[in-house]
């Protein structure tokens, strides 16, 4: 069994940075690829970035050039640093992991709250 439990959520003011962690606990090494996805009111979850266990990354064309996804494969930890935020960045943020598409594992989620 895996757990994901993600850490950093918070508010933040419009142009601030935040950094959102997920440790994984569990056997994660067939789970070729983690990621974030993020679900604000009212609106389907989306994907935001994912990074696969060789260190290749893909991002929501929202978050391009603002948020960067990095993963420590020995500490089974993925994180995002998220900067210059936006209020419409505002949402609960999930850890995933799985196997190449297909998500298998999620976290309880994350609030990050972003004010203009």
């Known amino acids: 069994q895996v757990q994901l439990v993600e850490s950093g959520g918070g508010l933040v003011q419009a142009g601030g940075s935040l950094r959102l962690s997920c440790a994984a606990s569990?056997?994660?090494?067939?789970?070729?690829?983690m990621g974030w996805h993020r679900q604000a009111p009212g609106k389907q979850r989306e994907l935001v970035a994912t990074?696969?266990?060789?260190?290749?990354?893909n991002y929501a064309d929202s978050v391009k050039g603002r948020f960067a996804i990095s993963r420590d494969n020995a500490k089974k930890m993925v994180h995002l640093q998220m900067n210059s935020l936006k209020p419409e960045d505002t949402a609960v943020y999930y850890c995933?992991?799985?196997?190449?598409?297909?998500?298998?594992?999620w976290g309880q989620g994350t609030q990050v709250t972003v004010s203009s």
């Open positions: 995933a992991a799985g196997v190449s598409s297909a998500v298998n594992y």
């Open positions: 569990g056997s994660i090494f067939r789970l070729n690829v």
């Open positions: 990074i696969t266990s060789g260190g290749s990354t």
